[in-house]
């Protein structure tokens, strides 16, 4: 058993993934504060401009779309999202209240088509 214990401390790692909108983070945190304590906390930045077209042509790959218009479709969403990253901190300053975008609200997004 010893050995096992050994071994599954050794090799073992947990990937685990959290947003940070609303108060739910926050709340785990308090509850078990060994998420940061006994953790390796990786946080990540903004996608760059051609992450963002890179994963938008990866989702319109199958679809029925000629390339012009995936390539319209592909420079719209990336322009929608850092869009609307410019006006989420526009709203921080004016209204003092955070709106988060996420590499999820642009999959989200490209899940639409």
Wanted: overall charge negative; glycine content about 2%.
């Amino acid at each position: 058993m010893d050995y096992f214990v050994s071994k599954v401390r050794q090799k073992l790692h947990v990937v685990l993934a959290m947003s940070p909108t609303g108060s739910q983070l926050g709340e785990r945190i308090r509850n078990f504060p060994s998420l940061v304590n006994c953790c390796t906390v990786d946080w990540y930045e903004l996608w760059p401009k051609e992450a963002l077209e890179a994963v938008a042509r990866k989702f319109l790959e199958e679809t029925p779309f000629d390339d012009e218009v995936k390539e319209n479709i592909t420079i719209s969403c990336q322009v929608f999202h850092e869009e609307s990253i410019l006006l989420s901190e526009k709203y921080l300053r004016d209204q003092n209240r955070h709106n988060y975008v996420t590499p999820t609200s642009y999959l989200d997004l490209m899940q639409i088509f």
